[in-house]
């Protein structure tokens, strides 16, 4: 059995254009609601959360729903498009609105903006779940740690592809002086990303005709199930567990990306710059692990790459408080450990969603992939908010300990889930040399 490369790039497009976006989002939005609105920390801080509080009842919802869709385009298909096009449309207003209040500030226009800004979220919102599914509807079990290994690695394309056209098209000799900055060549590009990627994925993927999923070799965890059709409690125990886990690790990673800048400040006297270039390594590191960490978990087996990973990122981050008590600023060294947080992050994101997938059959992947992104959106809008106040109430030296005790916690709840590996059996004589074209 040999995965279909080409094929998984393909799909991976409308993750990309998921990336791109949120890559914009986080970094542009802000930026809009404090010096064109005038919003402070607080309330700019309150809409930029409003999108991982729509998360936990829109992907969930909208997976379950592209379960149950059956059009001549498939499952996923009409969610992505629709979605992506809504999106392309409502993201160019945001601009517009933008300068209109730069040049006449109402209190309507900023009401509008808001609005725009949720009705933007909720398409969004209406893809994500079926645009991510779409990759186990077309890959077998056995290899979707490594498709998700392509497929966050065109995410991360995705988040790159932006950043490197903000740097073009915004640099500080672009926009150096000027009161207003007029971000609707960024967002029209953007979109225009998206829909090119989204366009190529439908020309190429042909949904209704490469899925694998419901093929009877695909229902191997969802034959543990009982008469009546519902999950067997062992497996519903599993899932729990490891659903536990995905929230126990996206609160101790989640804190460190959102506070390590405001940290490093502080305790080290770092620059923004140099602070956001240690998550950068990190996030490099990841990028160059994730296919070799889906093609060994494929050898050692899901479960144990993921374990892994939890010591191994528990660990860093304990270190990280050791070199904060050592060290009287920033070293070097730490860009090692930054480079070890992305190798941990990569084995343990890699093979979650294949995991959580693995327990259902076809028919349920779109819900299972909503239940995964319920638990880690969950944390992720919990721990900015729980460290923040650890921090502010017992001090910033307790950052790494509070990430390094999360993650390690999900070592535990790991150690408690019985289902969702999948190994690859090795080919024996002739078949070792067949070959997927």
Same mark, same amino acid.
């Given at each position: ?82 979605? !992506? ?52 509807? =077309? !890959? ?147 990028? =160059? ?63 979650? =969603? ?84």
């Amino acid at each position: 059995m040999k995965l279909n490369a080409k094929r998984t790039i393909l799909t991976g497009l409308a993750f990309l254009s998921i990336c791109a976006f949120w890559q914009m989002y986080d970094n542009v939005v802000p930026i809009i609601l404090t010096e064109t609105f005038h919003l402070n920390e607080t309330w700019s801080g309150a809409i930029m959360a409003v999108d991982n509080l729509l998360a936990l009842f829109l992907l969930p919802f909208f997976g379950t729903l592209s379960d149950k869709c059956r059009s001549p385009m498939g499952k996923r298909m009409p969610f992505i498009l629709f979605g !992506t096009a809504a999106a392309a449309v409502l993201m160019n207003i945001l601009p517009r609105i933008d300068n209109s209040y730069y040049a006449a500030p109402a209190q309507g226009k900023m009401l509008a903006f808001v609005a725009t800004l949720g009705l933007l979220l909720i398409a969004m919102g209406t893809y994500r779940s079926p645009a991510v599914a779409l990759m186990p509807d =077309l !890959t077998p079990k056995p290899l979707r740690s490594k498709a998700n290994a392509i497929i966050n690695l065109m995410g991360a394309i995705g988040g790159v592809l932006y950043l490197v056209l903000a740097s073009i098209l915004y640099s500080g000799k672009r926009v150096g002086g000027l009161e207003h900055v007029d971000y609707s060549l960024l967002f029209a590009v953007v979109s225009g990303i998206m829909i090119l990627a989204v366009a190529v994925l439908k020309l190429t993927i042909n949904e209704n005709k490469m899925r694998v999923a419901d093929q009877p070799e695909e229902k191997a965890e969802a034959a543990a199930t009982q008469p009546d059709g519902r999950m067997a409690p062992e497996v519903k125990r599993s899932l729990g567990f490891l659903l536990c886990s995905i929230c126990l690790w996206f609160v101790g990673y989640n804190a460190i990306t959102t506070w390590f800048t405001t940290y490093a400040s502080r305790v080290w006297d770092m620059a923004l710059g140099d602070s956001s270039l240690c998550l950068t390594v990190a996030t490099v590191g990841a990028i =160059l692990s994730y296919i070799p960490v889906g093609n060994v978990a494929t050898k050692v087996g899901r479960k144990k790459t993921i374990s892994f990973g939890v010591v191994l990122l528990s660990s860093c981050f304990f270190m990280g408080f050791v070199f904060s008590k050592l060290l009287d600023g920033f070293s070097p060294i730490l860009y090692v450990l930054f480079a070890m947080v992305g190798l941990a992050w990569a084995s343990i994101n890699v093979n979650s =969603l294949p995991m959580v997938v693995e327990m259902c059959s076809g028919k349920d992947i779109g819900k299972f992939t909503g239940y995964y992104y319920t638990f880690s959106m969950s944390a992720q809008s919990i721990t900015p908010i729980l460290a923040g106040w650890i921090m502010n109430n017992f001090g910033y030296q307790w950052l790494f300990p509070y990430a390094a005790f999360f993650v390690a916690c999900a070592f535990f709840t790991m150690r408690m889930v019985r289902h969702g590996d999948a190994k690859v059996e090795a080919k024996k004589g002739l078949e070792a040399f067949d070959v997927e074209e």
